[in-house]
C-alpha cells in the first residue's frame, strides 16, 4: 500500500525532509520513477525546477503518478507561471529571488512558497509582509552558514531552505542552524544516474540524504 504524501498545509514545506532535492529533468518520462526512487529514501519533497520544456509535463506526472511524493516547482520567476504550475498539480513554489507581482501571485495562489533572499534588507522586508520562510540563494556564494548563523540573533523569525552549492559534506553544518528548517541540493540526482536510469543509486544517495537532519554534537553534548 503506497503512503499518502505528507500536507505541506499540515507540516512546513521546510519540516518535510532534512533535504528538498533540486531536479532539473530533460524529459518528462523520468519524473515518475525518479520521483519514486526519492520517495522511497525518505525524500518526500520534491522541488522540479522550471529550466527545462519538459518541467510542467514532469510536475503532472509526478502529481499523478506518485502518491508519496510532495511536488513542487523552482525557478518561478514570473506569475504566469505560478498560474502553470498550479494548472499542472504543484503543490508548493519555490523563486531564486522575488518581485512585488510576483510574491502577490505566489501568495494568491493558496500554496506554501519560499521565495528567494540573499540580503538582510530582502528578509526584512519579507518579514514586513508576512513572509517568515525564504530560500536563501545561493548559499555558498552569498555567505555560507556564517552569514545565516549572524542572522539568527536579530532575526530569529525567519526560517530558510539555504541553495546553492550545498552538498553532503557541507548540509550538516547548515542543518545545525537554529533558522535553517531544510538545505536544497540536486547531488542525490546526479545526471549520470538519470540519464542511465539507475534509480537505485538515487534511491540510495536519497537514503543517505535523508539521515543528514541529526543535530551534530560536540563531545559536552551541546548542539552545533
Known sequence: MTSPAPSPSAASVLDLAPVLPVVVL?????????????????????????????????????????????????????PGQVDACEAAGARFLVSPGWTEALLEAMRGSGMPFLPGVSTTSEVVTLLERGVREMKFFPAQAAGGTPY????????????????????????????????????????????????????????ELARAAAGLGAPVRDAGGTCR
Open 26 to 78: 530533460a524529459d518528462a518520462a523520468d519524473a515518475v520513477p525518479l520521483a519514486r526512487a526519492l520517495v522511497a529514501g525518505g525524500l518526500p519533497a520534491i522541488e522540479v525546477t522550471l529550466r527545462t520544456p519538459a518541467a510542467l509535463d514532469a510536475i503532472r506526472a509526478i502529481s499523478a503518478g506518485v502518491p508519496g511524493a510532495v511536488v513542487g516547482a523552482g525557478t518561478v520567476i514570473s
Open 148 to 203: 545565516l548563523r549572524s542572522l539568527a540573533g536579530p532575526l530569529p523569525q525567519a526560517r530558510f531552505c539555504p541553495t546553492g552549492g550545498i552538498g553532503p559534506g557541507t548540509a550538516p553544518e547548515y542543518l545545525a542552524l537554529p533558522n535553517v528548517g531544510c538545505v536544497g541540493g540536486s547531488w542525490m540526482v546526479p545526471a549520470d544516474a538519470v540519464a542511465a536510469g539507475d534509480w537505485d543509486r538515487v534511491e
